[in-house]
């Protein structure tokens, strides 16, 4: 793999490596843009099964934050940091603090805060060794629950695009991961009215939402085929690919999961096959607003109104690719990429 090469095909910054075998750290971070402002993006703790995988994640998801925050109308540039290894170890503080030594070599340019496989206990860690950090307890906290609702906005909007209407009582969603976001995610769907059907890999996930929620549960590879109305995949991504869109029979797909298509072809294949695609970055621009708010000081009601706009933002999504005639993805792309470069010349006329 040809680093630099790979880095320059969508303009990113810096790849930042950073080893301490004896604590067992092995991080990872990607800083794709700074435009906007300092890169913001979440530490994912997982056991990938090879280096060039985990550098390939960590700067897809950093390109994905960048577009995230400024879609979502955010000051932010976008970073990600990975870890490699078992994120089920009960031995996380000094991984967490040399990934804190890692964030904070980089000056202020990286700001993180939890991900996949990690959690606000974990960004304590991180902490008391840099200040460029959020999530934290007596902050802002889990974003999980404003995630959640960014995405269930995101959805009303879409089934407002695609019937005409968007209530969702009585609609048909097949969730896809049942962490933080998905629970509570499931829990806005079942106030509205929403039918569930659920999968995780964890069976005792599985189980507290068909107890709370009435939830049908199926096995992890059947929820692609399930007859439902809306697909919310909030696992890992490419669960939209050539495999995954044989067996779809959904309306709308919008989830809280990063870097849903598999390849970028994907977005022109969903839209082909009739499905309305609410593009990932957008719709689950939640916890980075979230996150954004405690940067700035936002009451938790202002944070979660500003992620309440993900409904607006989204139906303007749609109708620009409607009219131009392009992918929603695309049409998502086609405004963030616009808002970054009009920033870079409105820095060009500073003093």
């Given at each position: ?23 067992g ?5 990607a ?6 402002g ?65 964030v904070?070599?980089?000056g ?38 404003v995630t ?10 879409a ?21 933080h ?28 939402c068909?107890d709370?929620?009435?939830a ?7 929820i ?117 470069e ?10």
């Amino acid at each position: 793999m040809e680093i630099f090469e790979r880095m320059a095909k969508h303009r990113h910054e810096q790849l930042v490596f950073w080893s301490e075998p004896e604590l067992g750290y092995k991080g990872i971070i990607a800083i794709h843009d700074t435009t906007l402002g300092p890169a913001l993006g979440g530490t994912r703790f997982w056991n990938y099964q090879t280096e060039e995988a985990a550098i390939v994640d960590a700067l897809r998801l950093a390109r994905g934050m960048s577009y995230k925050a400024a879609v979502a109308g955010l000051n932010l540039g976008g970073g990600k940091s990975v870890i490699i290894g078992d994120n089920k170890t009960p031995y996380r503080e000094m991984i967490f603090r040399a990934h804190g030594r890692a964030v904070e070599s980089l000056g202020g340019r990286y700001i993180t805060a939890e991900d996949v496989g990690t959690s606000p206990d974990d960004m304590e860690y991180v902490l008391m060794e840099t200040d460029s950090v959020v999530g934290i307890y007596g902050r802002s906290g889990d974003p999980s629950p404003v995630t959640a609702y960014g995405v269930y906005m995101g959805i009303k909007a879409a089934a407002k695009a695609r019937y005409g209407d968007d209530s969702l009582d009585g609609k048909h969603v097949a969730v896809q991961g049942l962490g933080h976001v998905g629970y509570y995610l499931c829990e806005d769907l079942h106030q509205e009215g929403a039918r569930l059907t659920v999968t995780d890999i964890d069976a005792e996930r599985v189980r507290r939402c068909v107890d709370d929620f009435g939830a049908t549960a199926v096995e992890p590879d059947e929820i692609y085929g399930v007859d439902a109305d809306i697909f919310a995949p909030c696992a890992l991504g490419s669960v939209i690919n050539d495999d995954t869109l044989k067996v779809f029979k959904f309306d709308i797909i919008g989830g809280a999961a990063n870097n849903q298509l598999a390849r970028s072809q994907h977005g022109d294949a969903v839209a082909n096959e009739g499905i309305l695609y609410a593009p990932d970055y957008v719709i689950n621009a939640g916890g980075l607003i979230n996150v954004y708010g405690e940067l700035k000081e936002w009451s938790p009601e202002r944070s979660k109104r500003k992620a309440g706009e993900i409904y607006t933002t989204l139906l303007q999504i749609f109708e620009r690719a409607e009219a131009e005639g392009v992918p929603t993805a695309e049409a998502a792309d086609r405004v963030a990429e616009t808002r970054i470069e009009r920033a870079r010349h409105l820095q060009r006329s500073w003093v």
